[in-house]
């Protein structure tokens, strides 16, 4: 059984940085089977992705976070983390780690393409 547990959440001022975690179990990251993703869901707004990290460790990255936001994995730990830089308050929102089997497939950056979710995590960006 899948589960995904995101950690690394909370409040910052713009310009600042957090660095999100997410733990699966049920799966190895290193196994090149599951294409894993972050989104995030603003109060009142859909959720958006933010950025795919696929099997053969390409990235693709929604136009509001490039240069901002990188995606990485971690074998050993069996982790993927987001690195958020020069944060804005309009990155304000909860965060999602999703993931889906996939092997060499490349499904868009869309919720409905990713079968396993997170509970998320807060970031909260203050001016």
């Known amino acids: 059984q899948v589960q995904l547990v995101e950690s690394g959440g909370g409040s910052v001022q713009t310009g600042g940085s957090l660095r999100l975690s997410c733990a699966p179990s049920?799966?190895?990251?290193?196994?090149?089977?599951?294409?894993m993703a972050w989104f995030r869901q603003a109060p009142g707004k859909e959720r958006e992705g933010v950025v795919t990290l696929y099997t053969d460790g390409s990235t693709q990255y929604a136009d509001s976070v490039k240069g901002r936001f990188t995606i990485s994995r971690d074998n050993k730990k069996n982790i993927v983390d987001l690195q958020m830089n020069s944060l804005k308050p309009e990155d304000t929102a909860r965060f999602y780690c999703?993931?889906?089997?996939?092997?060499?497939?490349?499904?868009?950056?869309?919720?409905?393409?990713?079968?396993?979710w997170g509970q998320g995590t807060q970031v909260t960006v203050s001016s």
């Open positions: 049920g799966f190895n990251v290193s196994s090149n089977l599951y294409c």
């Open positions: 999703a993931a889906r089997f996939c092997r060499s497939l490349r499904p868009p950056l869309v919720s409905s393409e990713f079968h396993h």
